[in-house]
């Protein structure tokens, strides 16, 4: 794949729109976050499975290598199970429960979180099938990025790769050891064996990762090129220690924090980013917590210099540092070109839970520029979040499916192609570029809840599905943003961060049966435009079921409008009673203009969902 420079030549104009400021339901922005997880999946797909465009894939995974290694999930837009991107994710996921479990719970999503961190772990444990050995990653992205296939149609090299003594992956087992640490907390109470099995693994790869020394990409030296491990493992050391102090209350981990922060570099790297390969920040985090629990003891000069560089990481966020973190012209964390928003969803978690840290202690963060209130970090992350839901100069949410106006050609295989349901026929390797990676035109599969990569340094960004370094998701991107939400929808109510973690019981989560589709009205509030739209008629062809469609629009209003205009995507069949113009449909010339309380329908069909059907544009007459 080629990279693309995004033109610049729409500044001007993007910077003089206005900021679409209003409240977001972050809620409703949690659920969808959540949901984006199971569009992730590998592996047998479960019966309660919402996501209902997706399917079984990769059910030979390990085989070759006499494991089993079906499961877990794929990072981004691609069909390679990275282990190290993956452990991450299911660590950010179980700090989020971790923190604000009781939010998600009041939410009614807690269930669906802790569901979304054992489909990672239960992969996880399968990766580590001896003490010393553990599986990180499954396929190449070289050969998968040859391809542009459905996971259930892959046709690409799936070997497994291995750490073990001989070689070595201590930045990859550390952080496999600190999501099996942080997982445990997660499940402590309501699956309690589960939660020992998970502490008993964690103990075991931080063990290896502390014996066996070496980066992880000197051994899985195929995963250079897409998460090379810059900052070595002393961070990841550090971190799974931490998780594991936290999740064990056993000294040895709380004494090992102590002796090695300073020559690991945990007191002495000034961060000012956060994600999967540079840990420093979060291990300061944890660090600057067990201080204020009072439970640094012997080792409290050390923790205090951990601390002193927390600090710097939240006041170079909020802009009081000596050295602060790069923003947008419209107040957007800027670290990097490709995929900025992960740096922008994980350190404004960490600001989130620092803010509550420094709550129930009572203190305050400490800046160059003075004193700063907890809240202010906590104004500082909600900003963030707002930005990405909506709140910037282009008025674009970067959460699929968020919002009216969010990405629609998303750099992600399986989004990109239509469901293997409703489409059952093979789609070969490059055929997938050729048919759907060139397709201008929405993803027929909307992938619900994910983040993409976000706008440039200038706050431009363009929904085009080859523009991979802004359009393309990582669930890496959306497991700090379960907790930020949590916490922005649910309020503080009084919790103390500093107490032994309490996670409240999930409710049940219920399979929702499976009916024939079925067209949602687009709410009148959107516009003097209705849609209604509904099945009237269904047949079987050679083993499909095809359905006819009827959409009526109304217009509702009490002026006559002209020349309106639809957008129409996922549609995959022949349409009547339109006119195609360019990338809308409009109204037969006979029918335009459109009176008041007058209706027009059209018909059309194809053996999938309904078609996304809204209103593009119209004039009053």
């Known amino acids: 794949m080629e990279k693309k420079l995004i033109s610049m030549a729409p500044l001007l104009l993007i910077l003089c729109l206005p900021f679409a400021f209003g409240g977001h339901d972050y809620n409703q922005a949690l659920s969808k976050s959540i949901l984006f997880f199971e569009a992730q999946r590998s592996g047998y797909i479960p019966r309660d499975q919402r996501v209902s465009w997706r399917a079984n894939s990769g059910l030979n995974d390990g085989k070759a290598s006499g494991v089993d290694l079906v499961g877990g999930y794929y990072d981004a837009g691609d069909n390679v199970k990275f282990g190290l991107p993956m452990a991450f994710t299911i660590t950010m996921m179980s700090w989020s429960i971790i923190e604000y479990g009781k939010q998600m719970a009041a939410n009614g999503e807690l269930g669906h979180a802790m569901g979304a ?39 690409t090299d799936r070997h497994a790769y291995k750490i073990d003594p001989s070689n070595p992956g201590s930045d990859l087992a550390g952080e496999t050891a600190a999501a099996m640490a942080a997982a445990s907390i997660v499940f402590r109470r309501f699956n309690p064996a589960y939660s020992t099995e998970l ?27 897409y998460y090379r491990s810059v900052s070595g493992y002393n961070d990841e050391l550090l971190w799974a220690a931490a998780w594991l102090y936290q999740a064990s209350n056993n000294d040895y981990y709380l004494n090992y924090l102590g002796k090695n922060g300073d020559s690991m570099g945990g007191t002495g790297w000034a961060m000012t980013e956060f994600g999967w390969d540079v840990k420093y920040a979060g291990v300061q985090t944890l660090v600057s917590k067990f201080l ?56 404004s978690f960490l600001a989130t839970v620092y803010s509550d840290y420094l709550t129930s202690s009572r203190g305050t963060l400490r800046c160059d520029a003075g004193n700063v209130a907890p809240s202010q970090l ?39 192609i239509v469901s293997i ?93 499976k ?107």
């Open 199 to 225: 502490l008993r693994h964690a103990y075991q790869l931080f063990e290896f990762a502390d014996k066996y020394r070496g980066k992880y990409d000197s051994s899985i030296t195929v995963a250079q090129k």
């Open 117 to 155: 961190v054992k489909w990672g772990t239960d992969y996880l444990i399968k990766a580590h099938p001896e003490p010393y050995v553990l599986y990180g990653e499954v396929g190449d992205g070289n050969s998968d990025h040859y391809c542009w296939q459905r996971p259930e149609d892959m046709t």
């Open 421 to 513: 349901k409703f489409h059952p026929q093979f789609v070969a390797c490059r055929q997938g570029y050729a048919t759907w990676y060139s397709r201008k035109a929405s993803d027929p599969n909307v992938l619900t809840g994910a983040v993409v990569g976000g706008p440039d340094a200038y706050d431009n960004f363009a929904d085009e599905r080859d523009n991979y370094e802004q359009t393309e998701p990582a669930t890496y991107n959306n497991a700090p943003l379960l907790g930020i939400l949590a916490r922005l929808g649910g309020g503080h109510a009084g919790y103390n961060q500093l107490l032994p973690v309490a996670i409240p019981a999930p409710k049940p989560v219920a399979a929702k049966p």
């Open 515 to 621: 009916t024939e589709p079925k067209a949602k009205p687009t709410p009148a509030s959107y516009s003097p435009i209705s849609i209604q739209q509904k099945v009237t008629k269904s047949w079987n062809a050679k083993g499909r079921t095809y359905y006819r469609y009827s959409t009526v629009v109304t217009n509702k209003s009490s002026k006559t409008r002209k020349d309106l205009k639809l957008s129409i995507s996922k549609l995959y069949g022949p349409i009547w009673g339109l006119t195609k113009s360019g990338n809308s449909y409009g109204l037969p010339t006979h029918l335009n203009p459109l009176p008041a309380g007058k209706s027009i329908e059209f018909v059309y069909i194809h053996a999938a969902s309904p078609a996304d059907v809204s209103v593009s544009s119209y004039d009053s007459a």
């Open 292 to 347: 204020m629990q009072g439970k640094a003891g012997l080792h409290a000069p050390v923790f205090e210099r951990y601390h002193q560089k927390a600090e710097h990481f939240m006041c170079a966020l909020i802009g009081k540092g000596s050295r602060n973190v790069q923003k947008t012209p419209g107040g957007l964390i800027f670290r990097q070109r490709w995929n900025n928003m992960q740096f922008v969803t994980s350190a």
């Open 378 to 416: 906590l104004s500082f992350a909600k900003s963030q979040v707002d930005y990405l839901l909506g709140d910037n100069p282009r008025a674009t949410s970067y959460m699929v499916d968020y919002g009216n106006n969010f990405p629609r050609q998303v750099h992600h295989r399986g989004s990109s």
